[in-house]
């Protein structure tokens, strides 16, 4: 999906170093009941669209856990309470890119997700189990607690048949794809646990409109049980700050990415443009920085070294929010590398509204939620190709004043109709709803 480094399509997420964990003290007392929040892919804090809920939710008064794997290098405690909320993590012994890989992982991940949900059942018991996806595999939970009155709540942050159509060929190659439906056995069971998943839950959010109108037209559910909780920078963390030229170094101009470096996040094609712009245009006086990592950082080192870019595109791999914000600041230009094709083109990227949050204009490829997203904040891309992108990227660079322009635009948009202020609220009518059933 949720600000990042890593982050995915619809979930931002970020280094947690300088989160605002305030005290007991500060928080208000608990005047709702106990709600559970679970998440597979990312930890918590890290994981930035979950963080955001649960806060908001403490703060509207409820007993907040959560629970999550832990992180490589943050969020290693196997239980923590920030700003009074109740993180359990369980430790992630599988990863990779391969079909294997993600089968042990999910399948790890609902063992040990079960056994903290009991766990945290025992020490007291909640009203609401809140789940988040990748993966769609945990409705067989709301079975398990249904007996005890507890609500399930789908929070839909990824389309997983199409993440996996974009990841893996049917044929079983572990191959990335075009993102053509083949209606292999795979894709076709990841579609079942997603209808399911909707079927479980008394309410369903969605990420926004797009994914809404899938579950709505394409699965059936009530459109009174779906509602949309768009992600948005967390303002306590995302402040505009001075530029530190010295990041920029001896280049004109600092183009950015940051996020996760999947298949699907199109970085090979930024490095292509990249290409493009320094030797088909000569254009040597602009860098590249590159902020994250993922499972395809290692093919891409290996394209940089092949297409011999040098010190001209920078990748800074895992870094502290603090210094992430420091590019974000420093930069001229974030990219969204993100091709067009159906996973894509209806999936919000959480790195447009980062770049949007610090002022700053983005190029894109031209992509529905994309275009809802940024509106005239971004310069939109119509052919998936990097020399195309590169194009852009210079025109962008050579106009500062439509660069300013659509910085200013995109600063207005994400702190008002898209802020995460006007989210939350959908968030508390989403568990209005859900508990009042």
């Not at 991940?109 to 009203?127: D, E, H, I, T, Y």
């Not at 894709?187 to 646990?193: M, S, T, V």
């Not at 394209?303 to 974000?328: K, P």
Request: hydrophobic letters at 40%.
């Amino acid at each position: 999906m949720l600000v990042n480094v890593p982050l995915s399509p619809d979930t931002g997420s970020a280094d947690t170093g300088s989160l605002d964990t305030g005290s007991p003290e500060e928080m208000p007392p608990v005047t709702k009941p106990h709600v559970l929040l679970l998440v597979e892919n990312y930890s918590v804090p890290h994981d930035r669209r979950v963080w955001n809920e649960a806060r908001t939710l403490r703060e509207a008064g409820y007993a907040v856990s959560v629970i999550s794997p832990k992180g490589e290098k943050l969020d290693t405690e196997s239980f923590e309470r920030v700003s009074d909320v109740d993180i359990y993590r369980f430790p992630m012994p599988f990863g990779g890119k391969n079909k294997v890989d993600f089968l042990l992982e999910y399948g790890w991940a609902m063992s040990a997700s079960l056994a903290l949900a009991l766990r945290v059942w025992r020490k007291n018991p909640f009203v609401a189990m809140h789940v988040a996806n990748p993966p769609d595999f945990y409705f067989p939970f709301e079975r398990a607690f249904r007996s005890k009155g507890v609500k399930f709540i789908f929070d839909q942050h990824d389309l997983s048949s199409e993440t996996y159509l974009e990841k893996f060929d049917e044929d079983g190659s572990d191959t990335p794809t075009d993102g053509e439906a083949s209606g292999g056995l795979v894709y076709k069971a990841l579609q079942y646990c997603e209808k399911k998943s909707f079927q479980a839950a008394s309410m369903v959010i969605s990420t926004n409109q797009s994914y809404r109108e899938r579950a709505i037209n394409e699965c059936g559910i009530e459109p009174d049980r779906v509602m949309v909780v768009r992600n948005a920078p967390d303002p306590h963390v995302y402040q505009q700050r001075p530029a530190r030229p010295e990041l920029r170094g001896e280049y004109d101009s600092m183009v950015m990415f940051v996020g996760v470096m999947g298949f699907q996040d199109g970085v090979h094609v930024l490095l292509d443009a990249a290409h493009h712009v320094r030797e088909a245009r000569g254009r040597t006086d602009i860098l590249f920085a590159l902020v994250g990592t993922g499972d395809q950082k290692q093919d891409l080192l290996a394209q940089h070294e092949r297409l011999g870019l040098g010190e001209g595109v920078r990748f800074t791999g895992f870094i502290s929010e603090d210094d992430m914000l420091d590019y974000l600041a420093t930069a001229d230009l974030g990219v969204a590398p993100d091709l067009n094709g159906p996973l894509n083109d209806v999936s919000t990227m959480t790195k447009i509204m980062d770049y949007m949050s610090m002022g700053m204009p983005v190029v894109s490829f031209d992509l529905k939620e994309a275009r809802y997203t940024a509106g005239d904040a971004a310069a939109y891309v119509k052919e998936n190709s990097g020399e195309a992108l590169g194009e852009m990227i210079i025109e962008l660079i050579d106009d500062p004043e439509r660069r300013a322009t659509m910085g200013a635009a995109g600063y207005e948009r994400v702190t008002g109709p898209l802020s995460w202020e006007k989210s939350s609220e959908n968030l508390l009518e989403v568990y209005n709803r859900a508990l009042a059933t």
